[in-house]
């Protein structure tokens, strides 16, 4: 699986938008972008996924560059419950079949008043 | 559905004793992973099961960690002798084929102190 790279925290204000990046410059064609958070002394949650085009849930949105080296996730109306660590994950598998999730350091989020 | 369900919550005990974590989880799932996070190593994934047979269990410490899926609904993790450095909280996660096997719900894990 491609190495990805993270800001280790940031900061957004409550109602903000909430941009994390991610780095995964040596992905390759047929590795996914996927996006999990962990909320203290929670299990990890997945938000999202993406292989080269823009995503969106009802949780976040995924926007991945041309090139596929770097994504987004943005949170749109960040909230005091989205304080969490978020994990940039990309794997070489998608739709059935499962490719190992390596969950790296992630952003520690932090949503202030 | 109820989610991942993992019991214990929390589980401690002595070092040498042998400690049997449990997971349901979501009915319908094919795919069955066993995590351990630690505050050194983060999360990492131990083995993972598809459709009740081990598929990779090479994140497995050591010959004192074995795993079990005796049918699609329930798991275990075994730890037997424990020691301390396997404190650690255990997550389970499932996830199906049909809907994305790399989109893992995950349990509330266990938590484990060795002492």
């Known amino acids: 699986d491609a190495k990805t790279t993270q800001p280790p925290s940031m900061d957004c204000a409550e109602g903000r938008a909430a941009n994390l990046p991610c780095n995964h410059s040596?992905?390759?064609?047929?590795?996914?972008v996927y996006w999990y958070r962990q909320i203290h002394s929670q299990g990890p949650q997945y938000i999202i996924h993406?292989?080269?085009n823009n995503e969106t849930n009802e949780m976040a949105s995924l926007i991945i560059t041309e090139d596929r080296k770097s994504s987004t996730l943005i949170l749109p109306h960040a909230t005091l419950r989205d304080t969490a660590v978020y994990y940039c994950?990309?794997?070489?598998?998608?739709?059935?079949?499962?490719?190992?999730?390596?969950f790296g350091q992630g952003t520690i989020l932090t949503v202030h008043p | 559905d109820a989610g991942v369900i993992q019991s214990p919550r929390h589980e401690v005990t002595e070092m040498g004793q042998e400690v049997t974590l449990r997971c349901k989880p979501i009915?319908?799932?094919?795919?069955l992973f066993w995590y351990r996070q630690t505050m050194m190593r983060g999360l990492e994934l131990l083995i993972y099961?598809?459709?009740?047979?081990?598929?990779?269990d090479s994140g497995m410490p050591e010959d004192r960690f074995s795993a079990k899926m005796p049918n699609a609904s329930f798991s275990t993790l075994k730890i037997q002798p424990s020691e301390p450095r396997d404190s650690a909280v255990y997550f389970c996660?499932?996830?199906?084929?049909?809907?994305?096997?790399?989109?893992?719900?995950f349990g509330a894990g266990s938590r484990l102190t060795v002492l």
């Open positions: 040596t992905i390759s064609g047929n590795e996914y």
């Open positions: 996660a499932s996830s199906s084929a049909g809907t994305g096997a790399n989109v893992l719900t």
């Open positions: 099961f598809n459709n009740n047979v081990p598929i990779d």
């Open positions: 993406g292989l080269k």
């Open positions: 994950i990309a794997s070489n598998a998608g739709g059935t079949s499962y490719g190992k999730l390596t």
């Open positions: 009915s319908g799932h094919d795919y």
